[in-house]
């Protein structure tokens, strides 16, 4: 656990400060968010934390002990540091880079040796890569080692400073997606500095919005900052979005889904055309003993004498339970038979429609 | 041409194959000169680069004084040292160290300069010392610049050297003195020739050090 006590910083030479009188709790175990946008003073709360930036007053424990009773030099090889340069050096390999905490701490060369490989499998890197110089590979690649240096000496705290920053929309998704998971695994106490708060939602189990001066405007998880945003400055924050946000943090399984326009494959032309006039829809979905097979239009059964004389046709968008709500919306707004199918493997589940969305964000 | 008169040849083998062990003499002597030069030089440059790094205000005035010591003609230096020092190898010495200091350290400094920023925050911010820093990554990170400045001071030392033949050394210098005073055309073309074999000998095996010594860099090159 990390707590700020009255924490504040001013830079030599300026009025202002930077951060002013801070105090908040980090759990451990926790991925904890610092978002704002420039001149928040995200980045310098972070860099207190190992003392890259010294506070003005005020004190700062990690794990009950307070951060100057080490030297900095000591402090900061227990404390994962990730930047969003990366910082790799460049003359050493792969294999030297991710070894450097663990060299500084004077482990023994098998020792490290073991470790390095542990950590390259871990961030998902071919071990080919270990006799290699950073420039030799990509930038998604070189955050991943990155990452992999940070951990090395298996820190229980990691400080992460804008990380995927620079690299672009689609491996940044998935470098995210894979801190994710490395972090369910791991469970450390992760202190992520980032401007985007999309990012910030979609990583931290508790967001802290920050306003200029590092004045912290709110401190909660994603899910209560987005529903009870504390104050104008955290509203015009999270941006004109935030339904969709939301959205995407709610899960299909927390919903309740409804039965939905369905019929057996096996039911007359005259029971799908009651199903579909009771559901106030002009199609029906066609389930066989409960595998969902597709779906089709009433106007089709026209001389026909049963459902089983058409073939239905597969809805676009299926959707896990584990999808999220936005997805789900993404999957009403471009179907055809506005809602979206969740099964399960095979197995139909429900549906959802625009009207549940707008219950479960209101409820 | 003051040498149109002769009839001698522009160069004579058979006094070259019997002076052979003369040569040697003189090219050994020019290299001695030439490390001494260099180690002494490298190494004030060194203390200095660092000094101008710790403490910045004093780079400009150090780059001065090694800029006057490098634009004051070495014929003239020789002529000021003689009443301190006499003929002797510290005159010559204390010549040619004169004009490395301003090459090396511009690029020690330079070099490291060249380190990234976020590279140095990285290294701090996992618990390097500043000594460590500097040893482990600025040193290494600014290696080609500094072998940059090695080869520069080299060939250029090599050249120099030549001229303190006018005070009782000069190793290969000596040859060309002595062919220019006797108008004997042999031992000038080889006492020439061989400093700039030297010259580009000594250039070419730099490369071969820096490569050796920086693979990363040359790997990177290799693929962007």
């Known amino acids: 656990m990390i707590r700020f006590e009255h924490v504040s910083k001013t830079f030599p030479g300026s009025s202002t400060p930077a951060v002013g009188d801070l105090s908040f709790e980090i759990p451990r175990g926790e991925i904890v968010v610092l978002v704002g946008p420039s001149g928040c003073g995200k980045t310098t709360t972070l860099k207190m934390i190992n003392r890259l930036i010294e506070p003005t007053s005020g004190e700062i424990w990690i794990d009950g002990v307070p951060s100057t009773t080490q030297e900095p030099h000591l402090l900061r090889r227990s404390i994962g540091y990730v930047i969003q340069q990366i910082g790799l050096f460049p003359h050493r390999t792969i294999a030297e880079n991710i070894a450097t905490v663990p060299g500084l701490l004077g482990w023994d060369q098998g020792r490290i040796e073991e470790r390095v490989s542990e950590l390259i499998e871990l961030v998902g890197l071919d071990d080919s890569v270990a006799d290699r110089y950073p420039a030799e590979l990509s930038g998604g690649q070189q955050q991943r080692v990155g990452v992999a240096r940070a951990l090395a000496a298996d820190p229980p705290v990691l400080l992460m400073d804008e990380p995927f920053g620079a690299v672009d929309p689609i491996v940044r998704a998935r470098l995210q997606e894979e801190l994710k998971i490395l972090q369910a695994r791991l469970q450390k106490t992760i202190v992520f500095v980032t401007h985007d708060i999309d990012e910030a939602i979609g990583l931290g189990d508790r967001v802290a919005v920050f306003n200029v001066g590092g004045v912290l405007e709110q401190y909660a998880a994603p899910e209560d900052l987005l529903r009870a945003p504390a104050g104008d400055f955290v509203v015009a924050f999270l941006g004109s979005e935030r339904g969709l946000r939301r959205l995407s943090l709610i899960a299909v399984d927390t919903v309740v889904l409804e039965p939905g326009a369905i019929v057996e494959a096996s039911s007359s032309g005259y029971e799908a055309r009651a199903v579909a006039r009771e559901q106030g829809t002009d199609w029906v979905g066609v389930v066989d003993n409960g595998r969902m097979l597709g779906w089709i239009w009433i106007a089709d059964l026209d001389g026909h004498d049963t459902v089983a004389d058409l073939r239905p046709k597969p809805f676009s968008a299926r959707l896990e339970r584990s999808n999220t709500l936005r997805q789900a919306l993404d999957a009403i707004v471009t179907s055809k038979t506005q809602v979206a199918v969740v099964v399960d493997g095979d197995r139909y589940l429900g549906m959802l429609t625009a009207e549940r969305l707008n219950e479960a964000l209101l409820s | ?224």
């Not at chain 2, 004030?44 to 006057?68: D, E, H, N, Q």
């Not at chain 2, 002797?88 to 330079?110: D, K, M, P, Q, W």
């Open chain 2, 1 to 224: 041409m003051i040498f149109a008169q002769t009839s001698e040849p522009f160069i004579r083998w058979d006094w070259v194959w019997s002076h052979l062990g003369l040569i040697w003499s003189k090219v050994v002597q020019h290299l001695v000169l030439t490390g001494i030069a260099l180690g002494v030089g490298f190494a004030i440059s060194l203390v200095l680069a660092m000094v101008a790094l710790r403490y910045r205000k004093s780079y400009a005035p150090i780059t001065w004084v090694a800029g006057v010591l490098y634009a004051i003609p070495s014929l003239a230096l020789f002529v000021m040292l003689l009443p301190v020092t006499g003929l002797s190898i510290t005159t010559a010495e204390i010549g040619l160290v004169s004009y490395t200091l301003l090459i090396f350290i511009r690029n020690i400094v330079a070099g490291i300069d060249g380190v990234p920023t976020h590279i140095r925050e990285a290294a701090l911010g996992m618990g390097y010392t500043r000594r460590k820093l500097l040893l482990d990554i600025e040193v290494p990170m600014a290696l080609p610049v500094i072998i940059a400045g090695i080869r520069i001071a080299t060939v250029t030392t090599i050249g120099l050297v030549t001229i303190t033949a006018l005070i009782g050394y000069g190793g290969l210098g000596q040859l060309i003195l002595d062919g220019l005073n006797r108008l004997f055309t042999t031992p000038l073309v080889v006492g020439a020739v061989l400093s700039m074999v030297l010259a580009l000998l000594f250039d070419g095996l730099l490369i071969l050090l820096e490569r050796a010594l920086t693979p990363w860099a040359r790997r990177k090159a290799a693929i962007s």
